[in-house]
């Protein structure tokens, strides 16, 4: 009883907090930034069109997902729609807060989303991972490339870099030229998700994983592990001093002022080089997939998906809107507002292609189709805390790169309760 | 006063009337009451539910009573161990710091400040800004290859340093941006203080040939103790609830060297969803902060 009655508090306190969206037909949590933006102008365009009433509410990146989480949580109905990164999905999916999708597609005559959209693009809207049922739509798509200033990386005697050993080649010459103001290679060091997410590339291009195939054992205290490590450690020591508290904007802004030569990074800081106001590197950054180590080099696929809530009271209107603003038409105009698309029609559609500012398409496309999905774990925040320290603290030295990845063993271990 | 009939005749108050009268004190603080029950007894005694509970974020499964577990987990949790640790360090040197600053700045500039009142509105600033926007200002100026501080470090021919991302740095740095914002309360609090000393015990200690450190010592410090246990009192209790800065500037890291207390909670909280377990945390540093102030205003006497 007291449960319920705190429970209900909670719930009418939520919603009046967001009291505008109480009275809309479908209410949609997004991010800030471009992807966020880029929902809400097709939201407004489809209450236009549809007459009817969708509102919005965009918080920070951290804050979407705990909104979305206590939403959920709390079975509040408060969102309809949730625009999720997609390592949240085994979180949202698996603790009940998201809609199967199975039936609205039935409903609608189809049997899923069709073949336009990319493979990898589909596969983590599935959950378990491209085998269980639908239960979000991709929408943005976001997966790593490797930026770099092509002339430096000449005149260092890398033509075009297709491992990390070529990379590492390049940006040692680089940084020792540099005298302390210029670097060959920078990258996420920040405790957490930013240094987590520029070493899984590396980790999994030396043929390491978090876990095995079935997920029954930890597999980061391996020698393909201390193999990325290895790699990982001298990059770092090509890097600028500070990485260790580098998120990507630290990252894309040393690239844009031309005080660093190549890093991981997301596809919408391709719009930041090419703009004269924000680079002094208009022009001059290339990018390609990610390099190899051991194996194919593979980025991190970084999705915005929309996902239904289950405790949603506007279900069919929900499936409705996502149906409609994924397909090829709005995925086309959302890419014209920036955001990368997830449909192979739109990755190759002429009228963007041969602009200038699309002319990353190609790779990215090609990232997409090579890239990893974040372990999928319902704890996945809390595992990525806990590598993300480990990791954190071999950037900084305090611990040797064997520790780290002993220490993320046992952690990780802790947290999934495999052994 | 004579009185017309009409007037002088006394109206029959009704019962609810009467009543209201009656009741009128309680009435009247009823809406405090409720306000009160609402956002603080509600919230405290719910912290309490569910700090014996595990919650899960599945809202099918029930809540498992774990009874004291959830706070037996605290000994064992080594990043609570780091939390705390990084917690007490923080609390402890930078309010030291902002005390002794804002002590000094008071005596110095207290014979000053009505000519030069400004000054007084100059050096209040940081305090009434926004703690995000203390935290991004401060973010801007640490940032390694293009921040300010740097580039006078390089001017000067210094050695650059990264302040929020070399371990030995981040939580120096962190006090450095605190001290900035909170040293103005202090030195407020103080100049408050030092406007209400009485003249007499200094006139007499004068005549007595008392040094200027003799008067500080044994007049102005022992007046000043009620305002600097006040002041003490209010900056340890927000100093352990430290979030802001460390969230825009070093996310906890690098390697856990500026984790605090409240970073940990929030993050078992919403990012792990745990909400159980961060409830006994809170609950912990609820009771850490009893315990202190209870200590600390015996200590300074003043409950006299």
């Known amino acids: 009883m007291v449960r319920k009655f705190c429970l209900a508090f909670a719930v009418t306190a939520s919603a009046l907090a967001i009291s505008a969206s109480a009275w809309a037909d479908i209410t949609i949590l997004v991010p800030s930034g471009s992807e966020g933006d880029g929902l809400r102008a097709a939201a407004a365009d489809y209450a236009k069109m549809k007459n009817t009433k969708v509102e919005t509410v965009q918080a920070p990146y951290a804050n979407v997902f705990e909104q979305g989480a206590n939403a959920g949580a709390t079975k509040s109905g408060v969102f309809d729609i949730v625009l999720m990164d997609d390592p949240w999905i085994p979180f949202f999916a698996e603790n009940g807060h998201l809609e199967d999708l199975t039936s609205y597609f039935k409903g609608a005559g189809v049997e899923g989303p069709d073949s336009d959209f990319l493979s990898k693009s589909l596969a983590i809207c599935r959950n378990p991972y491209n085998s269980g049922p639908y239960v979000c739509l991709p929408y943005v798509g976001n997966a790593q490339m490797f930026f770099y200033d092509a002339a430096k990386f000449k005149e260092a005697g890398v033509e075009a870099p297709k491992t ?145 809530m289950a405790a949603s009271k506007n279900k069919q209107e929900a499936f409705d809107f996502m149906m409609w603003a994924t397909t090829a038409e709005q995925i086309k105009i959302s890419a014209e507002r920036g955001n990368p698309p997830v449909r192979t029609s739109v990755f190759t559609d002429p009228e963007l292609t041969k602009q200038e500012k699309f002319r990353h398409y190609p790779v990215l496309m090609e990232a997409i189709q090579a890239s990893t999905p974040r372990p999928r774990h319902p704890k996945w925040p809390e595992i990525e805390n806990a590598f993300g320290i480990e990791l954190s603290k071999a950037v900084a030295g305090t611990i040797t790169p064997e520790e780290a990845l002993k220490n993320s063993q046992a952690a990780v271990e802790q947290i999934t309760g495999l052994k | 006063m004579l009185q017309t009939g009409k007037s002088a005749s006394v109206r029959r108050r009704g019962p609810l009337e009467q009543w209201t009268e009656r009741h009128l004190r309680y009435l009247m603080l009823a809406p405090t009451v409720l306000i009160l029950l609402a956002l603080t007894i509600f919230p405290s005694v719910y912290m309490f539910y569910a700090a014996v509970h595990r919650i899960s974020p599945n809202p099918d499964l029930p809540w498992e009573f774990v009874g004291i577990g959830n706070f037996a987990r605290l000994i064992s949790d080594p990043q609570f161990h780091v939390a705390l640790r990084n917690t007490a360090v923080f609390t402890i040197v930078a309010v030291t710091l902002e005390f002794l600053l804002g002590l000094g700045l008071a005596l110095l500039l207290d014979r000053f400040i009505r000519r030069l009142s400004f000054l007084k509105t100059v050096l209040m600033i940081p305090m009434m800004l926004p703690p995000i926007a203390v935290a991004i200002t401060w973010k801007l100026i640490y940032e390694p290859q293009f921040g300010v501080l740097n580039e006078v470090m390089f001017l000067l ?19 450095v941006a605190d001290v900035w914002q909170w040293t103005p309360f202090i030195f407020l609090l103080m100049l408050a203080g030092l406007a209400s000393l009485p003249v007499e015990p200094y006139e007499a200690a004068a005549l007595d040939g008392a040094s200027s450190w003799r008067q500080f010592w044994d007049l102005t410090l ?83």
């Open chain 1, 164 to 308: 990390w050993d070529d990379v590492l080649k390049a940006a040692k010459a680089l940084t020792e030229q540099g005298g302390g103001r210029y670097f060959g290679y920078v990258f996420r060091g920040g405790q957490g998700n930013p240094v987590v997410a520029d070493f899984m590339p590396i980790f999994w291009s030396y043929g390491a994983d978090m876990f095995n195939a079935d997920r029954t054992k930890v597999t980061i205290d391996t020698p393909e592990g201390a193999a990325a490590m290895k790699m990982f450690m001298a990059l770092r020591d090509v890097s600028p001093k500070g990485v260790e508290s580098y998120n990507a904007n630290e990252v894309g802004t040393a690239l844009a002022a031309g005080t660093a030569a190549s890093s991981i990074n997301w596809p919408n800081w391709v719009a930041t080089f090419e703009d004269p106001s924000q680079s002094k590197m208009v022009g001059k950054i290339s990018f390609s997939p990610i390099p190899a180590g051991t194996k194919p080099g593979s980025s991190e696929i970084g999705h915005w998906t929309m996902g239904i």
């Open chain 2, 157 to 175: 021919g210094l050695p650059v340093q990264a302040w929020a991302g070399d371990v030995n740095l981040a939580m120096f740095s962190i006090i």
């Open chain 2, 222 to 304: 022992p007046f000043l103790k009620p305002v600097i246990a006040i002041a003490l009192l209010l900056r340890v209790m927000d100093a352990l609830r430290l979030f802001d800065l460390v969230f825009i500037l070093t996310g906890g890291g690098p390697a856990d060297r500026t984790k605090v207390l409240s970073l940990y909670i929030y993050q078992v909280a919403y990012r792990f969803a745990d909400p159980g377990y961060a409830a006994a945390m809170s609950l912990f540093v609820l009771f850490v902060t009893i315990v202190l102030s209870t200590w600390f205003m015996k200590r300074m006497r003043l409950a006299e």
